[in-house]
């Protein structure tokens, strides 16, 4: 364990040593241009007498940028193609140059052909938008070292508006979708193609909504007029020129309302791929008709109620797209497909074809772990079965295990299982318990039980909602040690509360919104996420109605045990910017708080905040920061008190595509955690307005993630920059870490490793 986390610290100095020397390099970014040529430095667009959103992404018509740029100026994977020696007689040489060429770009050489083609396609972009008397120029600048700055200067002029805009359609049910109030093209609105083209699509959805299935958008056609020569446009809406062409039997099935007459399951059944010697089994019930071979993946009537499109009713492109997303989303199927037939003169038959995933799956997992100069290991193991009732009812059993060697010659050994039930219900149910031994502190035994429910989210929808019903939990400590009792528990009566046997019966809500619906490798969207929780408030209210005798703490109990009483909310904040294609910036915002109240003084020790971590400040290991100013005795850790009932992260970390699964990220990260009440044992710990802002602890640091497309592997290296438990040791200016401040190894930096991204 030791050799490897050597050889890691030493990998990660090396990756570290590589970026400086190439940030720091006078490498002549144009090495590779050819002899009176120039690399393209800069191309810009700049658009004058308009200030419109309409030109706003006007610049991804030019068709040559320059070289990719990380903050806007530092064409990191230039330098790094740059980076190649010239000179690859000899294999290492070659293999150099090789791997710089393949993790690097190539420089962009200005091609003055390729401005002429920018040319044209920005005199047609402003065009489409309205503005036909648009003009494009150009100014180029030569740099040194063969750099060129080229600028495309576009006049917009005068837009050309809407006038008169015109529905010439005689369907009548087109008639009057062309005409509602949901019309996207009005008078007086500029003219735009792209807004033209939303409006046919619109039109046409509305269509197949309505059972029409051969309508199409490229039926619909425009006529603009723009003679009259004072800045307006003259737009007819009307059927495309060869719909004047159509038979008599091709006008009658576009202008037809279809209904479905049966729908057809087939599971795992593909007909250009089916094995030999095999037998089809089919099952008829009215019009619906179920075929598998050997045995059906799903039952009857599971299938019927997650496919909406049923017999009788009329074709609705919605409700196709809805019944796609309903049957992907059981656990059992890999892949839909969902195609009609004609069956008659205005009926269609509805193809269902199911392909199933792979229902069973084991996964096992091993790791070193190190915390505070404690070694230990943890092994885990979990089964899935995707069917277990064959109604997409989805089993999980999850295990843990791990054993830590303490430094003064203890062990500490945790056990865990989890078993869960999820229904295409969208109901979840979850069982755990577990189990913690640390022979000289305590016993402790937790054991749980909840009930979820997820609402479905629409096609369209952005939103997801879930929902704990019920969550129960049991506290048992069956055995304390003297010592712990007198050092850790008699020295705060918050800890007291923690270690002493309780129940927790909680209910929470939990919310969130992503801005886009299909997420892309390279767009902006970001990801708003809150929770609410509560607990204790119906226990309580049944007792006080029901004149229950309070304890000494002058707390209600259940069988003899007190019940925590607390609420709690949680909002987080997401945002990814695209830079450039593979480079982003990813900023995050976190905030929550927990308050006690009438039954409970404190929060129970499992549901309060820590901070530190891979996923918070990650110049600190987790639970090693705060609450507030807070360090234990003798300047030590002390997990226990290291827990608060109010947190706040804030992070931005710069995120590169590197090659094929490497990623390299660089970040910084700032927050904290207080407590709302002046615990004894929390010195420094509460959360103070004229106060907290000098608590907030800085950190940055370089991180290498290797993504495998199952799982993203993660390993961070952070660094303190400001630590707020310095403000209370007589030197404060040893607060900011730093070099001359004593910066060390052992005390200012660490490692992480993990799953997935910290957000």
Known sequence: MRYCARNIVKGGLQLLTVAAIVLLSGCR???????????????????????????SDISKYLQQKQNTEILGFWKLQLHIYNTAPADTTTKSKKRLAENAHKMGEAPVVYNPTLTSASITQLRKAMLNRGYFNAVVDTQTVIKKNQKLNITYYVTANKPYLIRDYNVNLEQEDLLNFATDKNCLVKDGDMFNTETLDKERQRISSAMRKEGYYYFDKSMLDYRADSSYNNHVVMVELKMNKHTNQWPDSTRQKVYTRYKISRVIFHQDYDPQHMPTNTTLVTQT???????????????NNVLRRTCKIHPGDYYDESVVERSYALLNSLAPVKYVEIRFEPDGKDE??????????????????????????DWGIAAGLGYVNRNIFRGAEQLSLNGRFSYE?????????????????????????????????????????????????????????????????????????PWKSEEFKTKIIDRSSLLKYSYTDHFIVDWSYAGVYTSSLQLRPNQNYFRFQYLIETAGNFLYGVSALAGLEKNEANSYVLWNIPFAQYAKADVNFTYHQVLVPNHRLVYHIGIGAVVPYLNASSVPFEKRYFSGGSNSVRG???????????????????????????RLDLNLEYRWHVWNFIELAAFTDAGNIWTIREYKGQENGVFRFDEFYKQIAWSYGVGLRLDFSILLFRVD??????????????????VWRTVPNGLSWKNDMTWHFAIGYPF
């Not at 019930?285 to 039952?299: A, W």
């Not at 269609?348 to 915390?371: D, F, M, P, Q």
């Not at 060697?405 to 865990?416: L, M, T, V």
């Not at 507030?628 to 300047?635: D, L, Q, V, Y």
């Open 29 to 55: 970014a144009a090495k590779y241009v050819p002899e009176n040529e120039y690399l393209l430095n800069k191309a810009k667009v700049v658009v004058t007498d308009t200030h419109e959103e309409s030109t």
């Open 285 to 299: 019930d009215k019009n619906y008709q179920y075929s598998y071979i050997n045995k059906p993946l799903l039952r």
């Open 348 to 373: 269609l038959e509805c193809h269902v074809t199911l392909s199933r995933t792979k229902l069973n799956s084991v996964s096992a997992e091993i790791e070193g772990t190190y915390s505070a100069g």
């Open 405 to 477: 060697w303490r430094q003064n010659g203890g062990r500490a050994i945790e056990a865990k299982g989890e078993a869960g039930l999820l229904f295409p219900s969208s109901l979840n149910l979850k069982l755990a318990f577990q189990y913690q031994n640390r022979p000289d502190e305590f016993i402790r035994d937790i054991a749980s039980a909840g009930l979820y429910y997820t609402v479905r989210r629409k096609p369209n929808s952005h939103w997801r909602h879930t929902f704990n019903l019920i969550d129960i939990s049991y506290v048992y400590l």
């Open 620 to 646: 600190w290991q987790a639970r090693t920061l705060g609450p507030g100013g807070f360090k234990g005795a003798g300047g030590g850790l002390v997990y226990d008190m290291q827990a608060g009932d109010i």
């Open 717 to 734: 290296f952070g660094v303190k920059l400001y630590d707020p438990t310095r403000l209370y040791e007589g030197d404060g200016s040893k």
